[in-house]
């Protein structure tokens, strides 16, 4: 628990950073690290593109994957998680093109889209750290409510509850927001061999107390990482509200 969201950001950061640089990456033995998106990242991201450019890190052997794209919006749309990707982490790091995966919403076989994902992580050994972010209603990726603990890779529909929370990034029109969007499952995350999520603000705060307080719920599907030999929840005082 750290006082706000700057400090629980720098928390973050300074983990990833110590994390790739005792891991010791080459290009033969890569770091594999998953990101996730929407605002709670902003900050964090932020900070490791400061290091990048203070020459305290590189991302030349690390590999990312993402954890969802939206389905219906082109890549070059503005909140398509490719651009904001590439805006707000990418283009400032000196990661190469190669190592950033990301699913493909565009995709004419989107089912195969997502076996095409899962296999490309395997291919690699797994993800090292899969870094989260949740949605008010405990999602993690889009892993909405009622989302298998066992899911993997695949088509989600969108819940209406987190249709209305993104509507803020589309002129809070619900209608422009997509209905449907790929994104990585409940066990593709409990997967890596560590997991941590971001938990900030008190409109967060219910899901992190069914998260950590009440039983794994795949009502509440941030819950799973009870499960996860290296769960870390990193969170600030105002998300402890309902602790
Ligand atoms: C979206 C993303 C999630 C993210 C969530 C919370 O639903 N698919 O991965 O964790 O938003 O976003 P924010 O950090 O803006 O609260």
Redesign the pocket.
Known sequence: IRNDYDEVSAWIAHYIKERIKQFQPSKDRPFVLGL??????ISFFQRLAEFCKAGEMSFENVVTFN??EYVGIPKTHKESYYTYMNTNLFKHLDIKPENINLLDGNACDLEAECRRYEAKMASLGGIELFV?????DG????NEPGSSLTSRTRVKTLAYE?IV??SRFFGGDITKVPKV?L?VGVATVMDAREVCVLIT?AH?SVALAKCVEEGINHMWTVSAIQMHPKGLIVCDEDATMEL
Do not use: R
């Open positions: 996730p998106s929407g605002s709670s990242p954890m969802d989260c972010g949740i949605g008010p999602h993690f990726a889009f987190t929370a993104n969007a994104t603000g967060k």
